[in-house]
């Protein structure tokens, strides 16, 4: 199975910023979508952003304009870059893919991202 491990997860201040790293152990073009969700405490997990195999992206509502998901094909890897934090962006964040070729989907084992002053 493929393996997705995350990284930059930490406790920041209201306003600051955290960059999120998503490690695969497959090329990035194996997955027809990748990208970020995040559940919070008594919450369904929610889309924060994806990008497509082609290059498009998504974002939820409540990070767009905030938050921006880039990829680095390279180092199998995808990127979340956070701006302008809010309380409300506590959660685990974890990274998904979808495969390109079979019925498969899988996910990383989460970073907390905890948003506190």
């Known amino acids: 199975q493929v393996r997705l491990v995350e990284s930059g997860g930490g406790l920041v201040q209201p306003g600051g910023s955290l960059r999120l790293s998503c490690v695969a152990s497959?090329?990035?073009?194996?997955?027809?979508?990748m990208g970020w969700y995040r559940q919070a405490a008594g919450k369904q997990r929610e889309l924060v952003a994806v990008v497509s195999r082609g290059g498009s992206t998504n974002y939820g509502d409540s990070v767009k304009d905030r938050f921006i998901i880039s990829r680095d094909s390279a180092k199998n890897a995808v990127y979340l870059e956070m701006n302008s934090l809010k309380v409300e962006d506590t959660a685990v964040y974890y990274c998904?893919?979808?495969?390109?070729?079979?019925?498969?989907?899988?996910w990383g084992q989460g970073t907390h991202v905890t948003v506190s002053s």
């Open positions: 497959a090329s990035i073009f194996s997955f027809n979508v």
């Open positions: 998904n893919a979808q495969s390109a070729w079979f019925s498969d989907e899988w």
